[in-house]
């Protein structure tokens, strides 16, 4: 059993930063990949990104603007977001898995409680 809490969102101008982080339990955090994943009102839940032992992963559209990362000392997995734009407004998830597919939400076991995020214009 994983349990996940994020944290670090809030209301941000467009072009400003905020880093979420998501703080996991169990000490099998490093064998798993995280991924970050979020929801705007009336949308589906949509891959942002994902990072393995070795490995990042992103998102067409937060490519160059996002930076994800872990601290498995911490059990701690962080999504840093520059340049945020209106667009970017939504629910953020993490979420863990054993899974390679990790750009996939159904591969994903495990899932945080979310953290808003708005970015106003």
């Known amino acids: 059993q994983v349990q996940l809490v994020e944290s670090g969102g809030g209301l941000v101008q467009a072009g400003g930063s905020l880093r979420l982080s998501c703080a996991a339990s169990?000490?099998?955090?490093?064998?798993?990949?995280m991924g970050w994943f979020r929801q705007a009102p009336g949308k589906e839940r949509e891959f942002v990104a994902a990072?393995?032992?070795?490995?990042?992963f992103y998102a067409n559209s937060v490519k160059g603007r996002f930076t994800i990362s872990r601290d498995n000392a911490k059990n701690t997995v962080y999504l840093q977001m520059n340049s945020l734009k209106p667009e970017d407004t939504a629910v953020y998830y993490c979420?863990?898995?054993?899974?390679?597919?990790?750009?996939?939400?159904?591969?994903?076991?495990?899932w945080g409680q979310g953290t808003q995020v708005t970015v106003s214009s």
């Open positions: 979420a863990s898995t054993q899974a390679t597919q990790v750009n996939r939400v159904y591969n994903y076991n495990y």
């Open positions: 169990g000490r099998t955090f490093s064998s798993y990949a």
């Open positions: 990072i393995t032992w070795s490995n990042t």
